[in-house]
């Protein structure tokens, strides 16, 4: 079955990096857009990046442009998430989302990984 496991999530300083990564198992990885959200305690999940199947496309929320780099391996089946001058607001469980780019209904999501920006 699909699996999309993510890691890297801890605990860190105001203005430090981390880097997430989500491996995906169970499907052909270079026929999905992945993305990556994020929800925070109370509040919505939103969108935080996504990238095209090929890697050639990418966007960003606001909140996160200039700071997050979303990346993709083909080859490694794994999405990326290079988050840096991290702030407390980007405090939340990420989330890897794949969505089949011949049929948008057909997606999957991680469990989520715990992200908190704290001094």
């Known amino acids: 079955q699909v699996q999309l496991v993510e890691s890297g999530g801890g605990l860190v300083q105001p203005g430090g990096s981390l880097r997430l990564s989500c491996a995906a198992s169970?499907?052909?990885?270079?026929?999905?857009?992945m993305r990556w959200y994020r929800q925070a305690p109370g509040k919505e999940r939103e969108l935080v990046a996504g990238i095209t199947s090929a890697g050639g496309s990418t966007n960003y929320a606001d909140s996160v442009k200039g700071r997050f780099t979303i990346s993709r391996d083909n080859a490694k089946n794994t999405v990326y998430l290079q988050m840096n001058s991290l702030k407390p607001e980007d405090t939340a469980v990420y989330f890897c989302?794949?969505?089949?780019?011949?049929?948008?209904?057909?997606?999957?999501w991680g469990q989520g990984t715990q992200v908190t920006v704290s001094s």
């Open positions: 169970g499907l052909t990885f270079s026929r999905y857009t």
């Open positions: 989302n794949a969505q089949f780019m011949w049929n948008s209904a057909s997606q999957f």
